[in-house]
């Protein structure tokens, strides 16, 4: 009974964070608007009007697979929890504000990609969300939320993976104030860090098959 009781419970906090993830790219995608297209317009007038919305849809794209990381870590983290808490909810909420800004930060970057400030803003919205899981994934273990079978060493590769996402970013979010494009560079560099392949050892604590 009690763990049905905390299926139901992680997954209702799962069905609204799936809900609230979905509204978030509805609402990227929507600033991604067509070129507008003179009418007898050809060859290279139509290429160059669709150049002009290149960085709308390269803020998009960054951001949507920041997400998706976001969204499948956060899959895989409550498969291991054990137990749900007042706290965790509220830790959820946390992270899911953050998450909503995203749309914000994104719409700034696509519109200002040289400003320096729109690097930080965008930055600091995706700190805020790292900082957020963080500091759930510390309630989990702290009060042993998390599956007792789920091993030190598999917990210490996730501390790390979400230390170094988190440093990475903070790098990122200052270097825009030097050059937004390698800041924008290192943020897809965040991603990127978890297609990493992974210890055989948390592969199998995910239950993927191990070649």
């Known amino acids: 009974m009690r763990t049905q009781r905390v299926h139901a419970e992680t997954g209702r906090l799962l069905a609204f964070s799936d809900g ?16 507008t297209v ?3 317009a050809h060859g290279l007038q139509v290429w160059q009007a669709f150049g002009a919305m290149m960085p709308k849809l390269l803020a998009y794209v960054l951001s949507f697979v920041l997400l998706a990381v976001f969204w499948v870590n956060h899959h895989t983290l ?3 929890v ?7 909810l509220w830790h959820n909420c ?11 930060a994104t ?14 803003i965008y930055g600091g919205v995706q700190l805020m969300i790292l900082v957020a899981s963080n500091a759930m994934v510390y309630h989990l273990i702290r009060h042993k939320l998390i599956r007792d ?11 790390r993976l979400n230390a170094s996402t988190v440093v990475l970013t903070a790098i990122a979010t200052i270097v825009g104030y030097w050059s937004t494009t390698i800041a924008i ?27």
Do not use: C, N
Not at 23 to 34: P, Q
């Open 78 to 80: 409550f498969a291991s």
């Open 149 to 159: 079978d789920l091993s030190p060493k598999v917990q210490r590769y996730y501390i």
């Open 38 to 40: 003179e009418p007898g």
């Open 185 to 211: 560079i290192l943020f897809a560099a965040v991603a990127g860090l978890y297609f990493l392949p992974r210890p055989i050892e948390v592969q199998i604590a995910e239950g993927d098959p191990v070649d």
């Open 94 to 104: 946390h992270v899911l504000f953050w998450a909503s800004m995203v749309p914000l």
């Open 82 to 88: 054990s137990a749900s808490s007042h706290a965790l």
């Open 107 to 120: 719409a700034f970057l696509s519109d200002h990609p040289d400003l320096p400030e729109a690097t930080a």
């Open 20 to 35: 609230v993830i979905a509204i978030i790219i509805t609402l990227m995608i929507l600033e991604v608007h067509l070129p």
